[in-house]
């Protein structure tokens, strides 16, 4: 029986040493009438313990309550666990947004929090993601660039020994025949060394070895004198697409008629020359010549 029948049935009853026996057992020290149960109620806003289906409900939602506050602060600290374990290179924002999300029990947001104020994100090493891989994308680019610069004039460099392979022998026997020319002569006939001159130099070297060599002419002249070479061999001392320098040895042999009597085979010379080249179309001239 609960309280508040046995608080009735004691006052119903005729017998006043019954009633006098309930009014002042426990149970009736701790029922209360109705009216002052029902006026805490509305004082307090929480159930009487007499109201049992009402306490026990609100029993049952502190409860939901504390195992929801309870599930949330373990969440959120299994989310900081993992932020802290995820290395910095992988927390990308959807990783950021994935913790985020379980900062709350079933990815969404408790009514009983405070609602986001707008901010600006958390300062992570993330944010440097993006730069670091733009950055290794330009270096990559541009060591592409590098590699195909050098590979381009390797190439180049290739196709000009090529060519200059080709020139090679052309200048090696322009040489010859060119050394052999200058110095092969007759002097009662000049006229014809100019014009191979002419024929085989450039303008300005066949204009000064023409005028530098009148002094030579007038003594070879005077002594009437021959002059015959013969080339025996040429050396590159260097040589490029545009110009060449080579070495060439010959013999060189001057007959006249003032010497005839002792030396009948003419007078011998062992020359060396060093003739500079340029090319010019598609063949040698000669833009330099010493003897050495």
């Known amino acids: 029986m ?7 049935r004691a006052g ?9 026996a309930a009014s002042t057992s426990p149970d009736a020290r701790v029922a209360e009438p109705e009216a002052v149960v029902e006026t805490r109620k509305k004082s307090t806003g929480e159930p009487s313990p007499f109201d049992a289906e009402e306490f026990l409900e609100a029993n049952r939602r502190n409860r939901d309550k504390m195992r929801a506050a309870a599930a949330a602060k373990r969440a959120k600290e299994a989310a900081r666990a993992r932020r802290r374990e ?9 990783v950021v947004a994935e913790v985020a999300e379980s900062e709350t029990p079933g990815g969404e947001s408790d009514a009983t ?6 901010k600006a994100p958390p300062v992570t090493r993330s944010r440097w993601a993006v730069p670091a891989l733009s950055v290794l994308l ?7 660039g590098v590699f195909a610069y050098l590979y381009r004039e390797a190439d180049d460099r290739a196709n000009a020994a090529d060519q200059v392979n080709q020139l090679r022998p052309a200048a090696v026997e322009s040489a010859k025949q060119y050394a052999g020319d200058l110095l092969t002569y007759d002097s ?10 002419t024929d085989i130099s450039t303008p300005e070297f066949a204009k000064d070895y023409i005028e ?6 007038e003594g070879s002249a005077n002594a009437q004198a021959v002059a015959t070479a013969l080339v025996k061999d040429a050396g590159v001392v260097s040589i490029s697409s545009t110009e060449a320098v080579l070495i060439v040895a010959l013999d060189q042999t001057i007959t006249s008629p003032q010497t005839a009597r002792e030396l009948p085979d003419g007078i011998p010379y062992q ?4 003739v500079t080249l340029t090319r010019d179309g598609n063949r040698w001239l000669i833009a330099d010549f010493e003897v050495i």
């Open 2 to 8: 609960s309280p508040k029948a046995k608080l009735v």
């Open 12 to 20: 119903d009853s005729e017998d006043p040493t019954a009633a006098h």
């Open 86 to 94: 995820t290395p910095w290179w992988k927390r990308t924002p959807g």
């Open 113 to 118: 929090t405070t609602p986001p104020v707008d």
């Open 138 to 144: 330009i270096a990559a680019l541009v060591a592409a």
């Open 188 to 197: 009662a006939d000049f006229g014809a060394l100019d014009s191979r001159i």
């Open 212 to 217: 530098g060599s009148r002094q030579a002419r």
């Open 271 to 274: 020359s060396r020359v060093k």
